[in-house]
């Protein structure tokens, strides 16, 4: 019996011990279970947290989006079409964002700060959030610039040509066709596949749009021309579209507004012109220009103006550079001296009808920047030449964007009979950019032979007029992207 009751007792010990031991293990396995069930929740909130915040980004991005689309049909509106004026930056301007269906998805925000005084960059800040999620936010920061004029070292209107000696840093574009035999180390563009070249000593009559006549000859069409990377080391294209000319009348009329309304505006001086000299701080000083020459020579006479001040009238007067940096010459204008640092300037050069004045700019002794890192830009937008006279500085430098309206910037011919020391010089250099209506050109050819002007051409580009240019300078094309940043709402 004793025995017996030993036996009872140690089942019931064996059975307390395995209860036990399943609620421990039940328990170990809730807390595991609990765990593993509560990560993946957290996990499933990571994730759905995660695709929300990338969907705030994607909206984000389509606000940034939304107003480059905007720009290109309203350049000018930098308030989302409120009408709201002054503000930089403008906004927050908040627009839904939308299924196909119409379903809101979310929303974005914008902040719009217009281009500064010689840029056309527009920043725009976008922030992005969802529907479901709104405190979840993302922001992005895009640049969107507009080419200007100045996109070019060298822009035309009609058929160039280039000689030997002359060398281009930055891309060079006509509406008409082109014969380079200097070097080019940039990108040569025509809107022409092929035209008649008007060079009488040219290698084909009929030629490519862009083509060399330096040894060995690019063949006539519809052979096709080879490389030639020793002239076009950066290739050649063409036909390419064509650039607007016309559209500088309109922007004439607009300088003209911005000099009067808080620029410079000097009347007509009823003489020759006005002589502009920058000081090389933030002054320049005009004085009236009297007399000119001219000279005539060949059989049937031949007469082209000289360009150089003979005789002024009156006194100097000195005035601060203009706070938008517009001055507007109803006149002709001689433009010489040094823009100071950080100076944005354009001169305009003009007479009404400002649809078919003829006024000219003469440029006959250097024109510089007193530094070169982009903060000084200066333009000079001629209604009618930007021309470099006979007497001219033997070695020029000219730091400018120049413009040419109606007709050519270049330095006219000047045989020996004009002046046996001055109708050849030696070398010009324009830093900057060129744009000019008619055929452009620093030097003359006599039967293929160098026999006027400049002997040696340099043209540089100044990169920074693409998007920086001088004060309300003529731009062409749409908002290009530039620049695209993430930052912190």
């Not at 063949?219 to 080879?226: D, E, L, N, R």
């Not at 390419?240 to 007509?268: C, M, Q, R, Y």
């Not at 040696?456 to 300078?473: A, E, Q």
């Amino acid at each position: 019996m004793q025995s017996g009751k030993c036996k009872v007792q140690s089942v019931g010990r064996q059975r307390g011990s395995i209860l036990v031991a399943t609620l421990v293990f039940s328990f170990i396995f809730v807390v595991i279970a609990g765990s593993l069930l509560g990560f993946v929740s957290q996990q499933r909130r990571v994730s759905r947290q995660r695709q929300t915040q990338m969907t705030a980004l994607q909206i984000a991005e389509a606000g940034a989006n939304f107003y480059r689309w905007h720009l290109a049909h309203a350049p000018t509106d930098y308030a989302d079409g409120t009408g709201q004026t002054g503000c930089s930056p403008c906004g927050p301007y908040t627009r839904n964002y939308t299924d196909p269906s119409g379903s809101v998805l979310g929303q974005f925000s914008l902040e719009i700060t217009p281009p500064q005084l010689g840029s056309t960059i527009v920043r725009v800040k976008a922030t992005g959030w969802n529907a479901d999620y709104p405190q979840l936010e993302r922001q992005v920061v895009v640049r969107y610039g507009r080419p200007s004029l100045a996109r070019y070292a060298i822009l035309s209107n009609a058929d160039i040509r280039f000689g030997s000696g002359t060398t281009v840093q930055g891309p060079l574009h006509s509406n008409g066709g082109i014969r380079f035999d200097g070097v080019a180390n940039n990108v040569i563009s025509s809107s022409r596949q092929t035209y008649d070249d008007p060079d009488s000593d040219a290698c084909t009559f009929t030629s490519w749009g862009v083509h060399t006549c330096v040894t060995p000859a690019d063949p006539a069409p519809p052979t096709q021309p080879p490389s030639r990377l020793d002239i076009f080391a950066a290739g050649r294209s063409y036909p390419v579209p064509t650039v607007d000319f016309n559209a500088l009348t309109i922007n004439l009329s607009e300088l003209k507004t911005a000099a009067i309304a808080s620029g410079i505006h000097l009347n007509p001086s009823n003489q020759q012109g006005r002589h502009i000299q920058f000081l090389g701080n933030t002054t320049f000083r005009h004085r009236k220009v009297r007399t000119t020459r001219t000279c005539t020579w060949g059989n049937p006479p031949q007469t082209s103006p000289v360009g150089d001040i003979y005789e002024y009238i009156g006194n100097w007067a000195t005035e601060n550079l203009p706070a938008n940096g517009i001055i507007f010459v109803e006149d002709n204008a001689w433009v010489d001296g040094t823009a100071a640092a950080g100076s944005k300037i354009t001169l305009v050069a003009a007479k009404e009808p400002l649809a078919s004045g003829n006024a000219t700019i003469w440029i006959n002794n250097d024109l510089l920047y007193a530094d070169a890192s982009g903060t000084t830009t200066v333009g000079l937008i001629a209604q009618r030449d930007v021309s470099v006279g006979l007497f001219s500085e033997d070695v020029l430098d000219i730091n400018a964007a120049l413009v040419a309206q109606t007709g050519r910037v270049g330095r006219p011919y000047y045989p020996s009979g004009c002046s046996s020391t001055y109708y050849k010089r030696s070398t010009i250099t324009v830093y900057g950019a060129i744009a000019s209506n008619q055929r452009y050109g620093f030097a003359w050819g006599c039967g293929g032979v160098y026999c006027s002007g400049y002997n040696t051409r340099n043209l540089f580009f100044d990169s920074h007029l693409t998007y920086g240019p001088p004060p309300s300078f003529p731009t062409a094309g749409e908002y290009e992207f530039i620049s695209w940043e993430e930052v912190n709402p």
